[in-house]
């Protein structure tokens, strides 16, 4: 169960009253209902609002990302700023505020709007649409072959800090969604044979880095099995982009190079 069923009645009315009006001024707005938040991002792109309920009152409270400069004004919304924390979330969502009424909903759009969406469309680094049959021909984007490499140093250890996972979850993930890469469809073993047997990824879909360095219960519904490539893409950003989000991208990909004659063999994942 997410965040946003669990609610106060009050408090799920509200966010539906925000997330309506917020959809007449931002085209294709998508809300995503997690297990913490209700995440607001327009679809292609990064997310640029959390929203969480509160269980005995109609209160939101609104993280969002961008700077809202001394001469702007929205009235009814006290805004909160924190010192910025490590982690993704932490640097780039450095600001609040809380929805109580109604009354609130219309200047909450206007700052959610022209500060947080327009920061998310100025700074986005999701995956862009390309034109990949253009880049493919376009000699000029080839970068030229030379002989002479170039030389780096490498090789020095360093310390890392890791989260620990639990392989019990991993194995019980695998046998539940199966070895497929959730994203993509590829199979390592269909692909490299006995050698890469049971080989895949298990992605959790709220990231650790939220929780405050604190252990938690995860469950079959927080992870979802991929392959390397997509869990590496998965994670160019922070908070990590939203396995429907790439898996639609994906299939657009292979829906535009159909066109040229080329087809994958696995469809259906």
């Known amino acids: 169960m997410n965040d946003h069923d669990e609610s106060f009645i009050a408090s799920a009315s509200l966010c539906d009253t925000l997330f309506q009006e917020l959809s007449k001024r ?7 209902k997690r297990q913490r938040w209700c995440c607001l991002f327009q679809l292609g792109h990064k997310r640029f609002a959390y929203v969480s309920h509160r269980k005995k009152s109609a209160r939101l409270e609104i993280w969002f ?3 809202v400069s001394a001469s702007e004004q929205y009235p009814d919304l006290e805004i909160k700023w924190r010192t910025p924390t490590s982690g993704g979330f ?16 219309q200047n909450a759009v206007d700052l959610l709007y022209h500060v947080s969406y327009s920061a998310s469309k100025k700074h986005d680094t999701r995956l862009e649409k390309r034109n990949f049959s253009q880049s493919i021909t376009n000699k000029e984007d080839i ?9 780096y140093v490498e090789g020095e250890k360093r310390a890392a800090v890791t989260t620990v996972r639990s392989p019990t979850l991993r194995a019980a993930a695998k046998r539940k969604w199966g070895l497929k890469c959730y994203c993509c469809g590829f199979d390592f ?14 992605h959790h879909l709220d990231p650790f ?6 252990s938690r219960e995860s469950t079959l519904q927080d992870v979802r099995v991929v392959c390397a490539n997509c869990h590496y893409v ?29 087809q994958r063999k696995n469809k259906e994942y």
């Open 26 to 32: 931002i085209d294709d707005l998508q809300r995503e």
């Open 189 to 202: 073993e269909q692909f490299y044979g006995d050698i890469a047997k049971d080989f895949a990824i298990v």
């Open 209 to 214: 880095m939220d929780a405050s360095n604190t």
């Open 65 to 67: 990302i961008g700077e």
């Open 234 to 262: 998965l994670h160019l950003e922070t908070p990590p982009i939203d396995v429907d989000n790439l898996k639609k991208q994906i299939s657009c990909s292979w829906d535009r190079w159909s066109e040229f004659g080329i």
């Open 143 to 151: 970068a030229p072959y030379t002989v002479k490499e170039a030389r």
């Open 90 to 105: 932490g640097q780039a969502f450095k600001a609040r505020f809380y929805l109580d009424h109604l009354s609130q909903v």
